[in-house]
């Protein structure tokens, strides 16, 4: 009897961790060989398509002039491109602050359908009739290169129809979590997408640096409500038999929650969110990929390589089975692990005082498991959205 339970708790840790494995093991590889984005600045700048930024708020009146000027400053490097900010149920001086600074706003106030998904499936109904040729979505907490906006329309005139630019933290040296977490996302962020687009898959979407063709939103409108909007809406853009590409020549910059109470929210809203589109379309997913639609393939195996820190723990597990087989498969998943993030950090200009941050990884992974509580939590079906506090108020 003991046997069998043993039998069965090996093959249950080897089945969460082995597709996840693999996924790692390509994208590192792919990533290693990956080929830069070429943009033909030599096209007329009369012939750029027409297109708008749309900020989604939500009482973000502390910072939202200076991430509006930031903006206005790569609008200022383009011609026909515009921003427009969709404040979503504030309770304060977002919308007015956003006027002073002299830019377009949409209101939208909702009782039930709260978060990121439904502003922005709200602002591009109202914006498509404009005969907008795309729309990149930015956050209300960045900044972006100056090159950002005019890039995007490079790239657009090129013939993309969907694209993820670089999303990196711009507070890296804040705090030892803030350190682990610009690795986690030069990993997560860069390297994994760049391994993405040399296998010629869709690249994913990572809800800040995002752009979106108006074939785009006609074909498939943005009618995602989950809390992790931009991983459902990514699935359902796959499914349809579209690709997003990686726009890897500029980056957009977000600041890492440094508090643990803030820190906490935005862990357990991303990862929760992740765990529940798991719940909802791994089997489904399933079927579609035994059944011959090979391009879900990836977004399954994405969807089942865990958070690495999950992914860490599980592996640990393994080591403790007797079976020598699994031990050695243990070893190599953690070799691996390793392996990746040290080229991420390497292909994210990173160096040695970066690799020594690892040391402090352990003391991330046991923080990481007191949060498990509340990601279950935002991992039930309809969990709310929960905005992360900024902490330069």
Not at 211 to 227: D, H, M, N, Q, T
């Amino acid at each position: 009897m003991m046997t069998i339970l043993s039998f069965s708790f090996q093959l249950a840790i080897l089945s969460l961790t082995l597709i996840g494995t693999v996924e790692l093991l390509a994208l590192t590889l792919a990533g290693l060989f990956h080929k830069k984005t070429l943009l033909d600045r030599s096209i007329n700048k009369d012939l750029l398509p027409k297109l708008i930024v749309v900020m989604p708020a939500h009482n973000e009146e502390i910072g939202i002039a200076e991430c509006i000027h930031n903006i206005k400053a790569s609008l200022n490097k383009t011609t026909g491109c515009n921003l427009v900010v969709i404040a979503d149920n504030c309770q304060d001086a977002t919308a007015e602050i956003a006027r002073n600074a002299g830019v377009r706003v949409i209101e939208r106030q909702h009782d039930t359908k709260r978060g990121k998904g439904y502003a922005l499936d709200y602002a591009f109904s109202l914006l498509l009739p404009e005969q907008i040729d795309g729309f990149i979505v930015i956050d209300a907490d960045s900044r972006v290169d100056e090159q950002m906006i005019s890039d995007f329309q490079y790239a657009f005139a090129q013939g993309f129809d969907a694209l993820q630019c670089r999303y990196r933290i711009s507070n890296p040296d804040a705090s030892y979590r803030a350190k682990l977490q610009r690795i986690a996302w030069l990993a997560f962020n860069d390297l994994r997408l760049l391994g993405r687009e040399r296998l010629n898959v869709s690249v994913g979407i990572l809800g800040n640096g995002f752009a979106l063709s108006r074939k785009v939103l006609e074909a498939v409108p943005y009618e995602a409500g989950s809390i992790a909007e931009d991983m459902e809406y990514h699935l359902r853009l796959v499914n349809k038999g579209y690709q997003v590409h990686f726009l890897d020549t500029v980056t957009v910059y977000s600041d890492a929650p440094n508090q643990g109470d803030n820190a906490a929210v935005q862990r357990t809203r991303w990862e929760g969110g992740r765990f529940r589109l798991i719940i909802d379309h791994v089997p489904s997913l399933f079927k579609e990929v035994l059944t011959g639609h090979w391009n879900l393939l990836e977004p399954l195996a994405e969807l089942l390589l865990l958070p690495l820190a999950f992914h860490v723990i599980l592996l640990l597990l393994t080591l403790l089975t007797p079976w020598l087989l699994l031990k050695y498969y243990a070893m190599a998943g953690l070799l691996l692990v390793f392996a990746h993030v040290l080229i991420a950090i390497r292909l994210g200009g990173g160096g040695l005082t970066d690799v020594k941050i690892l040391a402090t990884a352990p003391f991330y992974i046991l923080w990481k498991l007191t949060l498990l509580p509340k990601l279950w939590r935002n991992a039930r079906e309809n969990a709310a959205w929960q905005r992360t506090n900024r902490e330069n108020s």
